[in-house]
T-cell receptor, first 114, second 111 residues
Framework: GAGVSQSPRYKVAKRGQDVALRCDPI?????LFWYQQALGQGPEFLTY????????KSGLPSDRFFAERPEGSVSTLKIQRTQQEDSAVYLC????????????FGPGTRLLVL | RKEVEQDPGPFNVPEGATVAFNCTYS??????FFWYRQDCRKEPKLLMS???SGNEDGRFTAQLNRASQYISLLIRDSKLSDSATYLC????????????FGTGTKLQVIP
């Protein structure tokens, strides 16, 4: 079956530009996570959704970062006024529900801010 | 101190060797533990969960030491295809599934 998909796979942005990254979770998965992974580091938690509710956004690094999942399936991570330090791979993961511990990751969006 | 710490490596080992990685965690409320594997420029994938009693999956053995707050991963008879970064993952008790990843340990198996 289809796994988690993300688009675009690669994005080059000029500093100050806004970007939107999309995540399509596995169908029926209740939980959705966004992570940021810098080069040579492990994924860092950004935010968590349970259906359409954003239950935790404590990992968002600044108010330039915004995420939504309005219908409880597809999610968008938006970064406003991008900065060079935003360059990273943005990973989306989904899991079936609270009781399911396995998170399935998408291939990520590689963002480069020039 | 980071919540989850790993030796970044790289660990360069010959084919057939046995290699072990450790991961320490600082939050004693941590409840669930996992090892993920991440190939270069790919997404992380679950390798195995770590149970209190220890568990084995083929050539891979994972162990948990709650008293010392560390988990380990042992790989026997290393294959070239084992070359990857191994991420230690810790989940806190209660609430939803917020997890914390370590920085990963890079393994390179050499012919």
């Amino acid at each position: 079956g289809a796994g988690v998909s993300q688009s675009p796979r690669y994005k080059v942005a000029k500093r100050g530009q806004d970007v939107a990254l999309r995540c399509d979770p596995i169908s029926g998965h209740v939980s959705l996570f966004w992570y940021q992974q810098a080069l040579g580091q492990g994924p860092e938690f950004l935010t968590y959704f349970q259906n359409e509710a954003q239950l935790d956004k404590s990992g968002l690094p600044s108010d330039r970062f915004f995420a939504e999942r309005p219908e409880g399936s597809v999610s968008t991570l938006k970064i406003q006024r991008t900065q060079q330090e935003d360059s990273a791979v943005y990973l989306c993961a989904s899991s079936l529900g609270d009781a399911q511990e396995t998170q399935y990751f998408g291939p990520g969006t590689r963002l480069l801010v020039l | 101190r980071k919540e989850v710490e790993q030796d970044p490596g790289p660990f360069n080992v010959p084919e057939g060797a046995t290699v072990a990685f450790n991961c320490t965690y600082s939050n004693s409320a941590s409840q669930s533990f996992f090892w993920y594997r991440q190939d270069c420029r790919k997404e992380p994938k679950l390798l195995m969960s770590v149970y209190s009693s220890g568990n084995e999956d083929g050539r891979f053995t994972a162990q948990l030491n709650r008293a010392s707050q560390y988990i380990s991963l042992l790989i026997r008879d290393s294959k070239l295809s084992d070359s990857a970064t191994y991420l230690c993952v810790v989940k806190r008790s209660g609430g939803y599934q917020k997890v914390t990843f370590g920085t990963g340990t890079k393994l390179q198996v050499i012919p």
